[in-house]
């Protein structure tokens, strides 16, 4: 069962997509709620903006404790509401905390006031470039990942000096409000980190609210229509719009590895990972061994509620019907069920599915599955493989098995992706230093990182006037003899 969105009573409820239980309810904001929020961040966020970097970093470096010390909790609640093991969800807020943690410690190294060079022209000035605060930044966030995606806008935005006002999904509004109660625990009386409930009505709402900038996270289709309501105003936004994310065998891949990897990345969290294993292209002379290593491996993961379950049902039941045409069509057209097939679409769970010889325009190979699916194909050598990964309107990760990594490397600058890992799969979400963020459907800004603190930042640029030059060429009283000088300049230092 799902989320039931806005009820009659005006209430917002999470359920248990394992049994159907009811796991949390909570008011639904309306207009005047979001806007009386962002009221509120408005005057927050001033005193946080206006508090030194390093007070900021002690205030955050509170957070993430405070987030550590209830970490088992939070498991527990993500858990009851997207279905996914604790184990899992433990290992979200592992990765989220790191990126709290090296947010709160790098913001005033990144954006902190800089000198650059002020040129010929610019002889008499100081110019320095410094990275100020937006204000209230608004977030949307997803409910796969619903601690770690979020927090990837949430921690960054706030060291960067900024207030915000967060809307969880409908499905997972719970750990959202987790979130927003243990910042007032760790920083009492200051709605620096808010949080505001409801569907696609609250969300419109937020878009329009005046906030500065808005993150959003979710389907390219409701990427289009959150950046039309905010285009009313010229809200800024910064989109992270899934993925159809390809994994690349070259000859000399160490095959054990790469179909653990695959297993990992098309199977784990039941497939619903925007930057996971839904495409494999194998180099011709090692497909044989990588499919049947694969189905092997394949064969031993189960999706359910059990604890010993390697993964949980669906979060979203809608999402199983298109799983169950992604695969009908994969079939119908010509493709082959190593393992699984329609069979495997129970009525919460999607049990392992690996589909071969699929064409190419199928939609099992164009289009987001977000289920426990995978598609191998054959290539003829990895040139051939990294023109079909990049056919895709999609272009957020992509992962290249080879021993020789100056050669992956290398083929990663080939592929149309925001991220590539060699040799894994997702190791890149694990690096703090790394930006995230994707282009095409996958949207377009970044998250974690120096970009990522940059992101949440709007630049202002400083030229101070040292003093006077004797050439004063912006004046209508300007000399002949100044613009002699501008012209030998053009024809002396730039002509040539």
């Not at 000198?115 to 100020?132: D, F, H």
């Not at 050669?407 to 991220?419: I, P, Y």
């Not at 949207?443 to 640029?461: A, P």
Request: net charge neutral; charged share 20%; hydrophobic share 45%.
């Amino acid at each position: 069962m799902t989320a039931a969105p806005d009820t009659a009573s005006g209430e917002l409820i999470s359920t248990d997509p394992r049994t159907g239980a009811e796991v949390a309810r909570f008011p639904v904001a309306d207009t005047a709620a979001v806007d009386a929020a962002v009221a509120r961040a408005r005057d927050a966020g001033a005193w946080w903006a206006g508090l030194d970097p390093k007070a900021r970093r002690n205030w955050l470096l509170r957070f993430r404790a405070e987030l550590s010390r209830r970490s088992e909790k939070l498991a527990a609640v993500i858990s009851a509401e997207t279905g996914k093991p604790v184990d899992d969800a433990l290992l979200e807020i592992m990765l989220a905390i790191v990126h709290l943690d090296w947010a709160a410690k790098n913001a005033d190294r990144v954006l902190k006031r800089r000198g650059v060079g002020s040129g010929m022209m610019g002889a008499n000035l100081a110019a320095t470039v410094e990275y100020r605060p937006y204000g209230v930044i608004g977030v949307i966030g997803p409910w796969n990942y619903p601690v770690y995606t979020p927090m990837g806008s949430i921690s960054y935005a706030l060291a960067a000096g900024n207030a915000i006002v967060f809307k969880p999904s409908e499905l997972t509004p719970a750990v959202g409000q987790f979130l927003a109660d243990t910042w007032s625990a760790a920083c009492p009386a200051r709605p620096v980190l808010q949080v505001v409930h409801g569907s696609g009505a609250t969300g419109a709402a937020l878009c329009r609210s005046g906030v500065d900038k808005l993150a959003f996270t979710g389907s390219a289709a409701t990427a289009r229509t959150v950046m039309a309501s905010c285009a009313e105003s010229l809200t800024p936004v910064t989109i992270e719009g899934g993925g159809k994310d390809a994994m690349i065998v070259a000859s000399d891949a160490d095959i054990d590895n790469a179909a653990d990897i695959a297993a990992f990345g098309a199977f784990g969290n039941a497939g619903q990972t925007c930057a996971g294993v839904e495409r494999v292209y194998v180099v011709g002379d090692k497909y044989d061994e990588f499919v049947e290593k694969l189905a092997a491996k394949s064969r031993d993961i189960h999706g359910g509620s059990a604890d010993t379950d390697q993964y949980g049902p669906a979060t979203m039941p809608k999402q199983l019907k298109i799983i169950a045409d992604h695969i009908d069509d994969a079939l119908n057209r010509g493709g082959r069920a190593l393992v699984g097939g329609r069979e495997s679409v129970g009525e919460t769970t999607v049990q392992p599915v690996v589909l071969v010889d699929v064409p190419e325009d199928s939609r099992a190979v164009t289009e987001e599955t977000f289920g426990p699916t995978v598609v191998v194909n054959r290539v003829a050598n990895v040139d051939e493989a990294i023109a079909r990964a990049n056919d895709s309107t999609y272009g957020l990760s992509a992962a290249i098995m080879t021993k020789n990594i100056g050669k992956g490397r290398e083929w990663a600058r080939s592929l149309r992706t925001g991220a590539v890992a060699v040799n894994s799969f997702l190791s890149f979400a694990s690096v703090p230093a790394l930006p995230f963020g994707g282009i095409g459907d996958s949207g377009f800004g970044r998250i974690h990182g120096d970009d990522g603190l940059r992101e949440f930042s709007r630049v202002q640029s400083v030229a101070a006037q040292k003093f006077a030059l004797p050439m004063n060429l912006l004046s209508f009283d300007r000399k002949e003899r100044d613009m002699k000088t501008v012209r030998m300049m053009l024809s002396k230092f730039y002509g040539r």
